[in-house]
């Protein structure tokens, strides 16, 4: 018990003998800079919570926006797709080597800015969309994205952990509930983002310049839509074709403002995190080690064997939103319906996602997170499988709300839970432990917009259930070792508290034993 004691007065000390730096003995740490707060701090860090999230929902207003009409609008020589793998590639780039380089450095809230402003180009590109304006932008998006997002998990984390000492409540309950919030808005950017472009788009249609669907059309025009479309086959279809320049410049004015908005709420009303103990012992942020010890922060993580058990779901998590971004909304949504029809579609997509964000945010503390998992898998398992064999026509309009819907369903149990999962397993290495989630989802990403051009997207779709399942089995690995590392914990607890009991008692017998040595018996 003295040795455990001793241990834990030390200093940090987070370098192998050679100098290296080991974030394995960072995460042992479990000593924390003293920050004092009052009671009325959970209020102030609500807002907080709420200023963050408010200020992404403006954000991805403008870039999913666009992300889910690259594919239909720029699909000429695959640009809108190819510029969306280049953002996703970089952003693969970005997480290796610059998220806990650039948080040390700029803190966690000017790194919140300046990544936002990364995303800027890319919508401006859209004025002028040719491979020598969206690829640079995609690349300059994604470099920004992996500080962004590492930033905005580190700051919900550890004012999650926070708020749970302050108001005494459990600290996984808290952070997957500020997961929740935070993706509640974030979703919302979906209704805003694709409102705004159907609106514009839509106008068109009103007007009559849209083609209509008339009474003679035929199943048979429809049957390379959904699993059977292929990116290269040659259509007429006039579903496909790019809308006006001049709606395009509208949309892109729009979303362009909106960066900016983001950016100023970010610098105006969110907290700078060292109110919270930025620098705090244990983390990589605090630490005073080389460039290089921080830049291998995230390899040393991605050594962990419970990191590697969660890289194949957290790659899904990454190709499934590729899929509902873009294979669905053109192949699906636009071949059958149109260009104009898929911001209102992946309107029932957000909405659905970000409301069930917040409720599985709730019910996490009542199921706990395996249900939630498990259910989430077999929901997007079926609704994948129906994709294969549905074939979408403009008279069942509602079929694609409710795959949107359901899709929405499940997302959004993989982006409350597997990010409250990271932030809790990986708490003293929170830099370094989102930036590989970030790296892995980005990968799947970038493997989605890869093979996008070249494959069909029945293809596709088998990938998709191929990768879940082979990932649910890593998950499940990953839950076993961890109950089983749990109740070794438990059981050297008890066994520790056994051991002070002991000692008391034999302490206790011991008094008692030089009592009775004082003690003289004479002969009466």
């Known amino acids: 018990m003295k040795n455990v004691k001793d241990v834990r007065k030390q200093p940090p000390q987070t370098a192998t003998g050679s100098g290296r730096f080991d974030p394995d003995i960072a995460d042992s740490i479990s000593l924390r800079s003293k920050v004092k707060l009052s009671k009325k701090e959970s209020l102030r860090i609500i807002k907080n919570v709420a200023t963050v999230s408010c ?192 709606e395009i410049y509208i949309i892109s004015a729009i979303y362009l403002a909106c960066i900016v908005a983001a950016v100023v709420i970010i610098a105006l009303f969110m907290d700078p995190l060292s109110r919270y103990g930025e620098k705090r012992c244990g983390s990589v942020s605090a630490l005073e080690v080389s460039v290089i010890q921080l830049l291998s922060a995230t390899f040393e993580q991605f050594k962990k064997l419970k990191q590697q058990l969660l890289i194949l779901i957290t790659i899904f998590i990454g190709m499934e939103q590729a899929f509902i971004g873009a294979e669905f909304t053109q192949a699906f949504v636009s071949c059958a319906l149109g260009v104009h029809q898929i911001g209102y579609v992946m309107i029932c997509f957000g909405v659905v996602n970000g409301l069930c964000s917040i409720v599985f945010g709730f019910l996490m503390q009542y199921t706990g997170r395996i249900p939630l998992i498990v259910s989430g898998a077999l929901v997007h398992g079926g609704v994948i499988m129906f994709c294969v064999f549905w074939k979408p026509h403009p008279n069942e309009v509602m079929i694609f709300y409710g795959i949107a819907g359901i899709w929405g369903v499940a997302d959004a149990v993989w982006q409350t839970q597997v990010n409250g999962l990271y932030g809790v397993v990986f708490r003293r290495n929170k830099e370094a432990a989102f930036s590989n989630y970030r790296l892995w989802e980005s990968a799947g990403f970038a493997i989605a917009y890869t093979y996008s051009p070249a494959l069909h997207a029945w293809i596709k779709l088998y990938l998709l259930l191929a990768v879940l399942a082979v990932g649910m089995v890593g998950y499940t690995i990953f839950e076993i070792r961890h109950a089983a590392k749990e109740r070794r914990l438990k059981k050297l607890e008890e066994k520790l508290l056994r051991t002070e009991a002991e000692r008391k008692e034999i302490e206790e017998d011991d008094a008692k034993d030089e009592l009775e040595e004082d003690i003289e018996v004479t002969q009466t």
């Open 55 to 246: 200020a992404f929902m403006v954000q991805f207003t403008a870039f999913q926006g666009t992300a889910n009409l690259q594919s239909s609008i720029n699909a000429k020589d695959f640009l809108g797709t190819i510029s969306l793998a280049t953002i996703f590639a970089s952003l693969v780039v970005s997480c290796v080597f610059l998220p806990t380089l650039i948080i040390r450095k700029l803190t966690v809230k000017w790194t919140l800015c300046l990544s936002m402003l990364c995303y800027a180009p890319y919508i401006a590109a859209q004025f002028h969309p040719t491979f020598y304006t969206l690829i640079p932008a995609g690349i300059l998006a994604g470099l920004g994205a992996a500080p962004m997002w590492a930033s905005q998990a580190t700051y919900l984390t550890q004012l999650g952990q926070v708020y749970a000492k302050v108001t005494g409540k459990s600290v996984e309950v808290i952070v997957v509930r500020f997961f929740g919030f935070f993706f509640l808005a974030w979703q919302a950017a979906d209704l805003w983002g694709n409102l705004i472009s159907s609106l514009v788009l839509s106008s068109r249609a009103r007007e009559g310049g849209a083609s209509e669907h008339s009474e003679n059309d035929t199943i048979n025009d429809y049957d390379q839509c959904g699993a059977n479309f292929s990116p290269v086959a040659p259509t007429d279809n006039a579903n496909l074709a790019r809308p006006p320049d001049s």
